[in-house]
């Protein structure tokens, strides 16, 4: 034990400064290795960096957060927080892509009253002209909500037999009910319906289900139309002027209070000069 004391300790140390996350660059503690768009060497390799989340609003800049984690799904709720701690209010609405429609922001909107022109990962999908629904899916099946129960297509009902509860990252519970009680023993449709073993069961989320139509007739309404035609041309359009038209790549300083203030300045500069050239 003796001999391994120091590097005991070196490794509490290690743990102290990783926090929650699962890495920290050497360099700079606050950074976490993530995969960059940039990936000169063509091997997804990861580099230390910061999960740079902006707001816009007619390509001016009236928010930005910097997360160590590189999933953007956990950091809405935060980033529509340091909005409200800046501005004293939230926002009356939100227009972002479906890595962001989750359940637990899509409850978040709800509570503070945001109108959630959010997609959700199905959403291209869904809305292709040429989509058709799986009918083994639940999504494919009849549901009758009166009497809670679905019809598999070879018309049996399918029961709430369970309850399945989880908890996201964040600690938000998550509940999905189970429907089964089908005796699925020499169905004709077996071998298409599902590959495993017994009798078929499914698992339906449908809180997530409502959020999710609630989002859908959002965002293909004349207005959802508007919001998503503007997406492209407004955070990716500032983006696309930080990155490409003037270089602002790369952060020139280690640790999060450095990075921010120099972001910040960034962001100011930035909005004058596009008031400037507006004004002109
Ligand atoms: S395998 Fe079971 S659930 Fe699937 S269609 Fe047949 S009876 Fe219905």
New binding site residues.
């Given amino acids: 034990m003796e001999s391994h004391v120091e590097k005991l300790s070196e490794y509490d140390e290690h743990l102290e400064i990783l926090g929650d996350r699962n890495s920290y660059s050497k360099t700079d503690h606050d950074a976490a290795f993530m995969r960059m768009k940039e990936d000169a060497m063509r091997n997804g390799q990861t580099k230390p960096g910061y999960n740079l989340q902006i707001g816009t609003e007619n390509q001016y800049i009236t928010d930005f957060a910097l997360f160590p984690n590189p999933t953007d799904t956990t950091t809405m709720i935060p980033f529509t927080e340091s909005y409200q701690e800046r501005y004293n209010r939230y926002p009356d609405r939100q227009v972002a892509a479906s890595g962001y429609g989750s359940e637990e922001n899509y409850h978040f909107m709800e509570e503070h009253e945001i109108e959630p022109f959010v997609k959700y990962n199905y959403f291209h999908k869904e809305h292709r002209p040429r989509y058709v629904v799986n009918p083994?899916s639940p999504q494919g099946m009849y549901y009758n909500k009166e009497k809670d129960y679905y019809v598999?297509?070879?018309g049996?009902h399918?029961t709430p037999i369970g309850i399945k509860r989880g908890k996201t990252e964040n600690g938000y519970p998550t509940e999905s009910t189970i429907y089964g009680d089908?005796?699925?023993e020499g169905?004709p449709?077996?071998s298409s319906?599902?590959k495993a073993k017994g009798?078929?069961t499914i698992e339906v989320n449908h809180r997530l289900n409502a959020y999710k139509q609630y989002a859908a007739e959002l965002l293909t309404s004349e207005e959802g139309i508007k919001e998503r035609g503007r997406r492209c041309i407004e955070p990716e359009a500032v983006f696309g002027q930080m990155k490409a038209d003037m270089q602002y790549k790369r952060f020139r300083h280690f640790g999060e209070d450095k990075v921010k203030m120099d972001l910040a300045f960034w962001c100011i500069a930035f909005n004058l000069k596009k008031y400037c050239k507006k004004a002109a």
Wanted: proline share 6%; net charge positive.
């Fill in positions: 083994f598999c297509p070879m049996q399918m089908v005796n699925c169905c449709l077996r319906c599902y009798n078929r």
